[in-house]
């Protein structure tokens, strides 16, 4: 029974607001001492319907998104960093969360590979996907979230 326990439970899916959870993780980053000389911009799109998701773990995999972003910050020294997250709907049927910071990631530092699988395996339990690209200015992470049809659709705000 107890191996039983010990087994990965496949989270609680429920139609969510991307734009809740990514408010509410730029929310909890900013009670973090560490991350204290960070200003985290959010830049939520209006028109972002509700995805079937879980809830909790689209709020961790933003929340690890946004501390790579801010330990890469981090280590460069400076005195006040920013990172900017939004969100928006494409036309490809896709929810997105974009995170943009102005200095790079050590691909080859453990804890950064481990962050990256991490929200990568969480956002495919959700049928998504995780892209990085970095390019000599700055890094930008990106998850794109299935928008299944017969969504219902959120007002705005």
Known sequence: HLAELAQPQAAAQDWVDLNTIVHRAVNLMRYDKRYRQMR???????????IHASGDALQHA????????????????ASSCHAQVSTRADDGGRARVQTEFPT???????????ALLLIRSVV???????S?????????????????????QQEPR
């Open 62 to 77: 933003v929340m690890r998104m946004l501390s790579l972003a801010a330990d890469a910050a981090v280590r460069t020294g």
């Open 132 to 152: 990085v690209q970095q390019d000599a200015r700055e890094p930008v992470l990106s998850l794109a979230l299935e928008l299944p049809s017969g969504m219902p």
């Open 40 to 50: 985290f911009e959010c830049l939520l799109a209006r028109d972002v319907p509700a």
């Open 104 to 114: 790079t990631l050590d691909f080859q530092d453990v804890e950064v590979q481990r």
């Open 124 to 130: 495919e339990s959700m049928r998504g996907r995780l």
